[in-house]
C-alpha cells in the first residue's frame, strides 16, 4: 500500500522558516517524480514545487520561488520541502504528492492535475504574527 506520512508542520511568525518531511512507502521512491501542493483555507489546490527522480530537476510555482526548496534523499525514502520568508499566504495544509507514471517529467501542474495526484493526509502550516 502507498503511504506518504507529512510533518513538520507549525505555527510561525511572517519571515520565518520551516522544514517540511514527507516520509514514502509502499512503492519504489527513487522512480518518481515527487511533488508538493498546498490548499490555503477555502481556495483550491496549488502546485507548489516539483523535484525529478534523482533530484537533478526541481521547478517552484512563481509564488514561492526564491524562497521554498524542495529535496529529496531517496537513501531514506523522504521529501523535503524547506519554507523560508515565509508569508501569511502561505498559510495552507501541504501535501506531498505522488505522480502515477514513474519517470514523469517535472513540469508545473494545475489545479485540475494536482488534484489527481496521489497525497498524503498533510501537515498545516500557519504563518502569523
Known amino acids: 500500500e502507498v503511504q506518504l506520512v507529512e510533518s513538520g508542520g507549525g505555527l510561525v511568525q511572517p519571515g520565518g522558516s520551516l522544514r517540511l518531511s514527507c516520509l514514502a512507502s509502499g512503492f519504489t521512491f527513487s522512480s518518481y517524480t515527487m511533488n508538493w501542493v498546498r490548499q490555503a483555507p477555502g481556495k483550491g489546490l496549488e502546485w507548489v514545487a516539483g523535484i525529478s527522480v534523482r533530484g537533478s530537476t526541481s521547478m517552484y510555482a512563481d509564488s514561492v520561488k526564491g524562497r521554498f526548496t524542495i529535496s529529496r534523499d531517496n537513501a531514506k525514502n523522504t521529501l523535503y520541502l524547506q519554507l523560508d520568508a515565509l508569508k501569511t499566504v502561505d498559510t495552507a495544509m501541504y501535501y506531498c504528492?505522488?505522480?502515477?507514471?514513474?519517470?514523469?517529467?517535472?513540469?508545473?501542474?494545475?489545479?485540475?492535475?494536482?488534484?489527481?495526484?496521489?497525497r498524503g493526509q498533510g501537515t498545516r502550516v500557519t504563518v502569523s504574527s
Open positions: 504528492a505522488k505522480e502515477a507514471a514513474a519517470y514523469s517529467v517535472v513540469k508545473p501542474l494545475n489545479e485540475y492535475e494536482s488534484g489527481r495526484l496521489l
